[in-house]
Structure formats: structure tokens, C-alpha cells
């Protein structure tokens, strides 16, 4: 299970959080609640209705894939597949975060390197890299 998580108040000032539609607000934050000590964690778009809307019988699998690909654009996480799974890093998860005896992440650390993954929403926009801002 998750530990409590803190979400930074300057976020609702942030502009490109800002632009963000509700729904990929609502994912965003969401993100930060289920990431593990690492900020990682579970990110295919049928684990995440299941988590973060379970009581949403309106709200369809493809809203939930269309507001993390919005998310992937503008905010600073990174979406990436290894051995059939999705998954989620939150970049400056660290800047955010302080965890007291934190627990080793059982999810793949994202390496560009790495032949197994694979980055997915990849950035649309004029910058070069997701999140690295």
C-alpha cells in the first residue's frame, strides 16, 4: 500500500499544470498518491481507473490513456513498457518527496539504455524530452 504523500500547494500555480484538462489533473496528482518510495509505479490505463476511479462507471479506459498521454507532455513523468507491463517515474519525485525508511521499488528503473523498455506517450510538443524541465 502507499504511504501519504505531499503535494507541493505551488502546483495550482504551475502553468503547465495549468493547462492541463481536468481529468489529467486529477491523473497527475493521482500518480503521486499510488507511486512507490521511489516514485514509480503501475501505469497501464485500466490499473489506473481501477486505483484512482473506482466508482466512475462514466469515465472509459481510452479517457484515462488520453489524459496520461497529456500528461506525459507537459508535466515531468516519464511513461514506459519493460517485459509487457506499463509503468510510470515521476522525475523530480526526490524534490518533492522525503521518505522516512524508504522500500526498494519492485518496478524497473526507466533506462533509455536498456533494450527491454520502451518510452511510450512520447513528447508531441517542441521540446526535446518529457518533464526534464
Known sequence: MARK???DPSIWIN??????STLAELVFIGLFSIADDEGRGKASP?????VLFPYKDNLRIADIEKALQE???????IFYSCDENI???LISWNAFQTINKPTES???????????IHRLY????????????
Do not use: C, W
Not at 502553468?15 to 492541463?20: A, K, M, Q, V, Y
Not at 500528461?71 to 513523468?77: A, L
Not at 519492485?106 to 527491454?116: H, M, R
Open 106 to 116: 519492485k518496478i524497473p528503473e526507466f533506462d533509455i539504455q536498456n533494450p527491454n
Open 15 to 20: 502553468e503547465d499544470f495549468g493547462t492541463l
Open 87 to 89: 509503468y510510470y517515474t
Open 46 to 50: 485500466a490499473y489506473i481507473k481501477a
Open 5 to 7: 504523500r505531499m503535494i
Open 122 to 133: 512520447y513528447n508531441n510538443s517542441n521540446t526535446t524530452t518529457v518533464g526534464l524541465r
Open 71 to 77: 500528461v506525459s507532455s507537459k508535466m515531468s513523468v
